[in-house]
């Protein structure tokens, strides 16, 4: 079945908010395509109406207030919103996580000897043991 860019609204309704793995890719105006399995980000899994309160959300930079005039709803539906929606999304954390302290120096050389870390993160983990 070929489908045009814009029928996502119709992918969304046809899975019916099931977990869906997209198993080919094709570039449109070329002769290339992907096969595989990819799944979609996040947001491509929200409700078609959901996908587009977000996109309008951000829109107004946020504006609650804004939301509540382009809606037609009050402050409450709109942030009951934004949390049911926001409850449905895996948020990824960012920062890196803190380094990890040696037990002692030997440790640090025995790691640093099997290639688990770099020379940079041995003198790193070093200095910190002596601080």
Do not use: C
């Not at 899975?15 to 997209?22: K, P, Y």
């Not at 002769?31 to 109406?49: C, K, V, Y």
């Not at 609650?64 to 999304?89: C, H, W």
């Amino acid at each position: 079945m070929t489908r045009a860019p814009n029928d996502w609204q119709d992918l969304t309704r046809l899975t019916g908010g099931e977990t869906f793995v997209v198993e080919r890719v094709r570039l449109i105006g070329k002769d290339i395509a992907i096969e595989g399995a990819f799944a979609l980000p996040r947001l491509a899994n929200l409700t078609a109406e959901d996908q587009v309160f977000v996109a309008a959300f951000v829109r107004s930079h946020g504006s609650i207030k804004d939301m509540e005039q382009l809606f037609g709803v009050s402050y409450p539906t709109v942030k009951a919103r934004l949390n049911r929606i926001a409850a449905s999304l895996e948020f990824i954390d960012e920062a890196p996580p803190p380094p990890p302290v040696a037990a002692d120096r030997s440790e640090v050389l025995a790691r640093l000897e099997r290639g688990e870390i770099s020379a940079d993160e041995a003198i790193a983990a070093l200095e910190r043991r002596t601080r």
